[in-house]
């Protein structure tokens, strides 16, 4: 079936970078996009960014820019999300999730299950 | 960012029939985007529930239904059971600069 892997949790010092990992299995990676989500602890969904499978093309939430890179290798069907500098209030579960590959209206099917990032100094 | 408003909490007794609301903008359920819907349980990932008009996931039963009238959404959730209890978010395209995608606030659902 469709699946999505995320890498192991992660503990970082303030000012540090993380990048965590999102492997695709089960389907075609170029036909569709993978998408970024964070949720902090007891908050809601935030969205992060996208990346497009076929081209490469990015987008990213206004309130992110400058501060994370998405990439994908298309050779292993693998996403990738760097954020840098961070800070406590970036500690949170980070999920991925599929998503439409031209970045049009559509839905996030299927999720990762999530990597816990912890900013702690 | 934008978002998607909905109200913090919902509940009701086994059977009962919920509704969660969804308030956007002409950015994105205004202008005729999808509203798409998740449900995330405790302890796990958020997982698709409904996605556009009234399509639902393998697994996923007809109790779970959804409407879109101007810039607001709702999901109605039917003979309410034990196991729908946790939490909802409703997701669209936004066409603002602030991003392409936005979710909602989320609605947590308590069975009394």
């Known amino acids: 079936q469709d699946l999505l892997v995320q890498s192991g949790a992660e503990v970082k010092r303030p000012g540090a970078s993380v990048r965590v990992s999102c492997k695709a299995s089960?389907?075609?990676?170029?036909?569709?996009?993978i998408t970024w989500v964070r949720q902090a602890p007891g908050q809601g969904l935030e969205w992060m960014g996208w990346i497009s499978g076929y081209n490469g093309n990015t987008n990213y939430a206004q309130k992110f820019q400058g501060r994370v890179t998405v990439t994908a290798d298309t050779s292993t069907s693998t996403a990738y999300m760097e954020l840098r500098s961070l800070r406590s209030d970036d500690t949170a579960i980070y999920h991925c999730?599929?998503?439409?590959?031209?970045?049009?209206?559509?839905?996030?099917?299927?999720w990762g299950q999530g990597t816990m990032v912890t900013v702690s100094s | 960012q934008s978002v998607l408003t909905q109200p913090p909490s919902v509940s009701g007794a086994p059977g009962q029939r919920v509704t969660i609301s969804c308030t956007g903008s002409?950015?994105?359920?205004?202008?005729?985007?999808?509203v798409h819907w998740y449900q995330q349980l405790p302890g796990t990932a958020p997982k698709l529930l409904i996605y556009g008009n009234n399509n639902r996931p393998s697994g996923v039963p007809d109790r779970f239904s959804v409407s879109k009238s101007g810039t607001s959404a709702s999901l109605a959730i039917t003979g309410l059971q034990a196991d729908d209890e946790g939490d909802y978010y409703c997701q669209s395209y936004d066409s603002s600069l602030s991003g392409l995608y936005v979710f909602g606030t989320g609605t947590k659902v308590t069975v009394l």
């Open positions: 999730a599929r998503a439409p590959v031209l970045g049009d209206s559509g839905w996030f099917d299927p």
């Open positions: 002409s950015s994105n359920i205004g202008a005729g985007y999808g």
């Open positions: 089960g389907y075609t990676f170029n036909n569709y996009a």
